[in-house]
């Protein structure tokens, strides 16, 4: 397994050159050194399967390796009977869909932390959760990672610990870490290596080792206020964090291989780019 690098949707440059359709998203990806890209269903699963289909395939022509952005609807969280049909429904769409693509992750935000006790609110998650996870397997979909992504708002559900919890419920769970949210939920707590270093111990003391290794990551520089994540900024808006290269020496240093998807403003495969030569340079140093 090798290091991937690529970005969550389409840059603005994409569609400033003249492309459409994602179908052209995988060689316009390699054509830049990239081999990773999240498609995006965040306002709902739209795509049709057979063109998922020929976006896999093409996919794996130009060496792209897939994952999918799950509706932003979905809440584990949620008492609500029809909200709970819907979350049920989001996720077996957008596993049935990155089956049809060969996408191997489906990335999902857990859902609301407000309205009552934390630790209340993510066990009524948890259990909803396994409900979701036995018709899953149900449907013979358990052979596509599940992560639920850590979040970047005090009112959501998503630190690392909770969405650790919920990679316990299952093989098929891995968490999905987006270390801007984490920065920022932090108010800038990622500042110094040894935070990051904190972050991934964390993880393989709960999960493991293999966990660690093949972990999904989400990175770009976030805004921040006292709530958590304003906004999403990119590589030419300086003074925003987190910084990539505390995190590529602890990559490094400890031989892991993620996958990496860029999140920028409107610059998610430029920054990727830049992420990638920022390791590959640290690493010809090593």
């Not at 992504?149 to 891995?174: A, H």
Request: aromatic share 8%; glycine share 10%; hydrophobic share 40%.
């Amino acid at each position: 397994m090798s290091i991937r690098f690529g970005p969550a949707g389409a840059s603005d440059s994409f569609y400033e050159e003249g492309h459409k359709s994602s179908l052209e998203m995988p060689e316009w990806l390699k054509n830049r050194g990239l081999n990773a890209f999240e498609y995006q269903c965040g306002r709902g699963v739209q795509i049709k399967d057979g063109t998922a289909g020929r976006l896999g395939l093409l996919a794996v022509e130009q060496g792209i390796q897939l994952s999918l952005h799950a509706p932003y609807y979905i809440n584990l969280s949620t008492t609500d009977p029809a909200m709970q049909v819907k979350t049920r429904g989001h996720l077996i769409k957008s596993l049935c869909i990155a089956r049809a693509m060969g996408a191997k992750t489906v990335v999902f935000h857990p859902g609301s932390g407000s309205g009552g006790d934390r630790k209340e609110i993510l066990s009524r998650a948890k259990v909803f959760f396994k409900e979701i996870l036995a018709e899953v397997e149900e449907q013979a979909l358990s052979n596509i990672v599940l992560a639920p992504e850590t979040m970047g708002k005090n009112n959501q559900l998503g630190s690392l610990e909770e969405v650790l919890e919920l990679c316990e419920l299952g093989e098929q769970v891995r968490p999905c870490v987006d270390f801007g949210h984490l920065h920022a939920v932090s108010r800038g707590g990622l500042t110094e290596q040894a935070a990051f270093a904190v972050l991934l111990d964390r993880i393989e003391e709960r999960l493991g080792i293999a966990y660690l290794q093949d972990l999904h990551i989400h990175f770009s520089p976030v805004e921040f206020t006292a709530g958590g994540e304003k906004k999403h900024r990119n590589g030419l808006e300086p003074g925003y964090g987190p910084d990539f290269a505390l995190l590529a020496e602890l990559l490094i240093e400890r031989g892991l291989t993620p996958t990496i998807i860029c999140e920028s403003a409107g610059r998610q495969a430029e920054d990727a780019c830049t992420y990638r030569d920022i390791y590959f340079e640290l690493l010809g140093k090593c």
